[in-house]
C-alpha cells in the first residue's frame, strides 16, 4: 500500500459510513500519526511504500474511527492554541471555542501586569492554563489547576511536563475551587454546562466525559457553585473568565450579577456569532 492508496482508502471509508465532514483532512491525520512524515512531504510523495506496521496501524486506526471514536482520542492529541496536547477518553477534547476564553484572558493579564496567581478550574487536559503559560512566558505567572477526575489530572500533569510548566502549574484534585487557598486574580473555567436533558440527546455525551458535559438541569449548576464559593478567594481586583453555552447568555448575566453586583459583567460571541465566554471583572 502506497501513501496515495492509504489516503484514498481511509476517504472512502469515512464517506461510505458518512463518519466525518472532513474525510480527507481525518485521513492526512491518521497518515501523520502513522507514518510520522509531516503532511507536506505525505502530498508530495503519494508512491511511497507503506512499511507493513505503518499499514496495519492505519487499518486500526480508521476502524476505531469507523466505530465512531473521536479522532483525537485515537491520535492520543490535539490542537490547541498553536500547541498540541495529550488527550484521552478520561478528558474532554479542546475546541476552538475555548480559544477565545484563552485569548481574553491574555489580553487581560497584558493590561494587568501585577497579577501573578492564576487558577483553571476544571483543567481536564490542562490545555488553558498552559497555553496562557506559554503565550506569557516572560511573566511570573502560576496557576492552580483543580479537576475532580484524577485521571484527567494524570493527563494536565503529562502535559505540563511536556511544555516544561511543572513548577508554575500546581495541579489539585477538587470539587470547582474549594480546595483553592490564597486569593487569585485570574480564574479561568471550562466547566459543564450542557444541560442534563440535553446530554442525552447529544452524540458527544457518548464518547466524552460526561462529568466534563453535564451541567445539571439547566446547565448552569457548577457555575452557581464556583461563584458562590470564589467570592471569597479573588483579589480585589480580578477577572472571572467562564465557557457557557450559546443558549445561555441572560441566565449567565442574570447569575453572575446576583454573585458579583458591583463587577463589570459581560458576555462575548464566539467566531461564529453565537454567545460563548462570560467575563467577571471585579474592581478595587
Not at 116 to 122: K, V
Amino acid at each position: 500500500m502506497t501513501i496515495g492508496e492509504a489516503l484514498e482508502y481511509i476517504r472512502q471509508a469515512l464517506l461510505s459510513k458518512d463518519i466525518s465532514d472532513t474525510p480527507s483532512l481525518d485521513a492526512q491525520e491518521i497518515l501523520e500519526k502513522a507514518t510520522g512524515l509531516h503532511r507536506p512531504l505525505l502530498l508530495s510523495h503519494p508512491d511511497k511504500k507503506l512499511t507493513e506496521p505503518e499499514k496495519q496501524n492505519i487499518l486500526e486506526m480508521t476502524e476505531r474511527l469507523i466505530k465512531h471514536e473521536p479522532l483525537p482520542y485515537i491520535l492520543g492529541e490535539w490542537g490547541f492554541f498553536g500547541n498540541s496536547f495529550i488527550v484521552t477518553a478520561d478528558v474532554l477534547i479542546p475546541r476552538p471555542e475555548t480559544e477565545m476564553l484563552v485569548e481574553k484572558a491574555i489580553r487581560w493579564l497584558g493590561e494587568n501586569s501585577d497579577i501573578t496567581n492564576a487558577a483553571d478550574i476544571g483543567t481536564g487536559s490542562g490545555c488553558i492554563a498552559l497555553s496562557i503559560l506559554k503565550s506569557m512566558q516572560n511573566r511570573e505567572i502560576y496557576f492552580t489547576s483543580v479537576d475532580l477526575s484524577y485521571h484527567a489530572l494524570l493527563i494536565a500533569k503529562k502535559n505540563s511536563s511536556r511544555m516544561g510548566f511543572e513548577k508554575q502549574n500546581l495541579l489539585v484534585q477538587g470539587d470547582l475551587s474549594s480546595p483553592l487557598g490564597g486569593f487569585f486574580g485570574l480564574v479561568c473555567a471550562n466547566l459543564p454546562y450542557i444541560p442534563t436533558q440535553r446530554c442525552k440527546e447529544l452524540d458527544v455525551a457518548k464518547t466524552e466525559p460526561i462529568l466534563a458535559l453535564d451541567g445539571g438541569s439547566d446547565g448552569f449548576e457548577q457555575y452557581r457553585k464556583l461563584f458562590n464559593d470564589i467570592q471569597n478567594k479573588l483579589l480585589p481586583k480580578a477577572m472571572i473568565l467562564c465557557e457557557i453555552e450559546y443558549s445561555q447568555k441572560n441566565l449567565a448575566l442574570k447569575t453572575a450579577k446576583a454573585f458579583f453586583p458591583s463587577a463589570k459583567i459581560e458576555v462575548e460571541d464566539d467566531y461564529s456569532g453565537m454567545p460563548r465566554i462570560l467575563s467577571i471583572e471585579t474592581q478595587e
